[in-house]
């Protein structure tokens, strides 16, 4: 865009917007990219930081399950069902 372009954008943002609401506006994108860089710099840092712990890998399977005695109880319900007559 040549320079003319970015005056005439410039000047449309400061009427739609006002000479007084431009600053407050500027400053809380300010703080929210500085927010942002500093949570992302943070979520580095802990990604270094896991990467530097290096979990233990899990431990291969033997191909056997352990094995726990099972009490095995059968319990036998009277069958009390009788067949209805016919008329």
Request: glycine share 6%.
């Amino acid at each position: 865009m040549s320079p003319w372009h970015w005056a005439i954008v410039a000047l449309v943002v400061i009427i739609l917007f006002g000479s007084k609401k431009l600053p407050d506006a500027a400053r809380g994108l300010g703080r929210s990219l500085r927010i942002f860089k500093s949570e992302v710099k943070e979520m580095q840092n802990e990604g270094n930081q896991t990467q530097n712990a290096a979990p233990q890998p899990p431990a291969a399977p033997t191909g056997q399950l352990p094995t726990a005695p099972v009490d095995a109880t059968v319990v036998e319900t009277p069958q009390s069902h009788t067949e209805p007559k016919s008329a």
